[in-house]
């Protein structure tokens, strides 16, 4: 399994859409998780953290299963600034992250 | 305000120069970071740093080197060894090197580097 694994899509939804995209994490000591947003050509920028009773901030909702090694985010209501791709990134020991290669989310109207 | 600079945001070189991307930050953060990114392909780590005057390697930090001889600098050299060198490099900081969700990356604007 690749350290980091995200379905790269892209995520083709109308606007006012829910979507939601998983990532899968091969290393069970991992202990911090982000996702992340990058739009075309730009640095990413963080989206929000991921915390292991789930956390939400406003239309985006993230889940953590350590179980299935996995994370998630939920976008509601989509709007046509939300399209962008959304890195998965997870860290793989003492100060470094490993990036997922990024699902992309086209919304359109 | 604060943040990191990342200059300049596009560079040229021929093969065979040696060539050195600037990174500052006034965010007053601990580690800093080198990252490239090729098309279609995640973030790579070149190096870190976790504090002044020391440094580590990453996943492909061959062709490259690093000084961290300040807190808020971290300047990325692009040798001639470097076999693809072509490539997005972004510069990130955070407030600690623990790794914690209280400490995610902060990205300067990133350098366009083209050698041909």
């Known amino acids: 399994r690749k350290e980091v694994e995200q379905d790269p899509g892209p995520f083709n939804v109308p606007e006012g859409a829910t979507v939601a995209f998983n990532c899968t994490y091969s290393?069970?000591?991992?202990?911090?998780f982000f996702w992340y947003r990058q739009d075309c050509r730009k640095e990413p920028k963080l989206l929000m953290s991921?915390?292991?009773s789930g956390n939400e901030d406003g239309r985006f909702t993230a889940q953590l299963n350590r179980a299935s090694q996995y994370i998630s985010l939920l976008i509601r209501d989509s709007k046509l600034s939300d399209s962008a791709t959304y890195l998965c990134?997870?860290?793989?020991?003492?100060?470094?992250?490993?990036f997922g290669k990024g699902t992309m989310l086209l919304v359109s109207p | 305000d604060g943040g990191i600079t990342q200059s300049p945001k596009y560079l040229f070189r021929k093969e065979g120069q040696n060539v050195t991307l600037s990174c500052e930050q006034n965010?007053?953060?601990?580690?800093m970071y080198w990252y490239r990114q090729d098309p279609g392909q995640g973030l790579r780590l070149i190096y870190y740093?976790?504090?002044?005057?020391?440094?580590q390697k990453g996943d492909i930090a061959e062709g490259y080197s690093v000084s961290r001889e300040k807190k808020e600098s971290f300047p990325l050299t692009v040798t001639s060894a470097q076999k693809n060198p072509t490539a997005f490099y972004l510069c990130?900081?955070?407030?600690?090197?623990?790794?914690?969700?209280?400490?995610?990356?902060?990205f300067g604007n990133g350098t366009r580097l083209t050698v041909t």
């Open positions: 990130a900081s955070s407030i600690d090197s623990g790794g914690s969700n209280n400490s995610p990356l902060h």
């Open positions: 290393n069970s000591a991992s202990q911090s």
């Open positions: 991921v915390y292991s």
């Open positions: 990134v997870v860290n793989k020991g003492y100060s470094t992250l490993t």
């Open positions: 965010l007053n953060h601990d580690a």
């Open positions: 740093s976790q504090i002044v005057n020391d440094f």
